[in-house]
């Protein structure tokens, strides 16, 4: 191929590039102009469909759990029941604990909704001490079943182990006031403020040596892509913490993916967190891990509260190219995405020309022409000049004189 044939080809690709970025600067204004996202409401009322059942509702009844002496002592509970709606589900016990504490972990639970199998306890650290017999506390326990509209099946196994004492001796009492929540207890369907719920609010207890860990959960529902795609997701909530105490929080959602807290101390007791999140298309339940350690040997009680907790979804300009996710090393997307078309373009070409080159592999070829009848650019041509092409006008170049 010669030279001339060359200049043809770059004049062509030239004016194709030009004609490509002015289609696309006209598409994106019709694009914006036309476009509009959905209403931003700074309050928004939570969009729910959520309903609870309690066990009295449903006629799940449990009776005083009591064991004494040592061994391995088991309750069972099974119902099957009807509801009026269907979707995740969250269960929320509320108990209450006499006596001496069991042996670790504490009230082993095992479970089984709609054939959808859970473990879980009430760790020894959560359950009453004597000074506090008979305060009523929750446990959550997302379900991965979803509710449905009849035949729900519920299944629940209680065990506590006993090894060391044998004149120990304790209750457990599961209250009728604990509820199933079926449905979308967040629905997320526009931008804006909303006030959101976490299960549980309330966490009492004693510490122990290496601390403690307690859990709690919120849970949001996303349908709309377009939403998904335009917002930026926070999450804001109050921490207040009594007690001889130091807490580390950790927040991450199913797939065990982390996302980083900042804490805001507003007085000796309350803490203000917001966290950016990253939501999926559908469910989402989100895990807050709650690490309480005391300085002293001995257990310290602790009082933590969850309180104003807020979801705030922002509009988020994108550029319409749906390049941003598109992660390119040292390099970030402008705002106005035309110019990062053009500057990519720019900065990938001359890597482009080099590799072609080198796939050419042409021995001895480092110069850069410039011709005399155009002031466009010349790369040599990358098979080689030929020594019967008449022409060639390689001698032909400037000379570039310094100035006097």
């Known amino acids: 191929m010669n030279r001339g044939a060359l200049r043809k080809i770059l004049k062509i690709s030239i004016g194709i590039f030009v004609i490509l970025l002015s289609f ?12 509009s996202p959905i209403e931003y409401s700074p309050n928004n009322t939570i969009q729910s469909t959520v309903q609870e059942y309690s066990f009295n509702d449903l006629g799940i009844t449990i009776n005083q759990f009591i064991w004494s002496e040592k061994g391995t002592f088991q309750l ?43 473990e879980t306890s009430i760790p020894r650290w959560m359950i009453g001490s004597s000074d506090n017999h008979g305060v009523i506390k929750q446990l959550a326990i997302p379900l991965e079943g979803e509710g449905r509209l009849y035949s729900n099946y519920f ?31 967040l629905l997320v369907d526009t931008f804006g403020h909303f006030s959101a719920k976490m299960y549980t609010e309330f966490l009492f207890g004693t510490t122990t040596l290496g601390g403690i860990r307690a859990k709690s959960y919120i849970q949001m529902t996303i349908n709309n892509e377009t939403l998904l795609s335009y917002g930026n997701y926070q999450l804001q909530f109050s921490l207040e913490i009594h007690g001889e105490v130091a807490v580390s929080l950790f927040l991450f959602d199913t797939n065990m993916q982390s996302f980083s807290m900042e804490k805001n101390q507003t007085d000796d007791y309350t803490s203000e967190i917001t966290s950016d999140i990253s939501p ?11 690490a309480v350690y005391s300085e002293n040997i001995w257990s310290s009680t602790f009082n933590i509260s969850i309180l104003n907790v807020y979801l705030n979804v922002e509009y988020t300009e994108k550029s319409g190219f749906g390049f941003d996710d598109l992660e390119i090393p040292f390099f970030q997307w402008p705002s106005y995405p035309v110019v990062g078309v053009i500057i990519l373009a720019i900065w990938i070409l001359p890597f482009s020309v080099l590799k072609y080159r080198a796939w050419k592999k042409l021995p ?35 000379e570039f004189d310094e100035d006097e």
């Open 24 to 35: 696309t600067s006209s598409f994106m204004k019709i694009n914006q102009g036309s476009y």
């Open 155 to 185: 299944e629940l196994t209680i065990e506590v182990k006993n090894e060391f004492d044998a004149f120990a001796e304790g209750s457990l009492q599961i209250l009728g006031s604990s509820k199933l929540l079926i449905g979308d207890d």
């Open 280 to 290: 999926v298309l559908g469910v989402n339940l989100y895990t807050l891990e709650i």
């Open 364 to 398: 001895g070829e480092v110069e850069i022409n410039f011709l005399e009848d155009d002031d466009a650019i010349n790369i040599m041509d990358p098979e080689g000049l030929s020594v019967d092409d008449q022409d060639d006008d390689i001698d032909e170049t400037f």
């Open 76 to 118: 069972f509970v099974n119902k099957t029941f009807d509801i009026n709606n269907n979707g995740p589900i969250v269960l929320l016990l509320e108990f209450s604990t006499q006596g001496d504490k069991p042996d670790s972990p504490g009230y082993k639970i095992l479970g089984e909704f709609n054939q959808h199998s859970f």
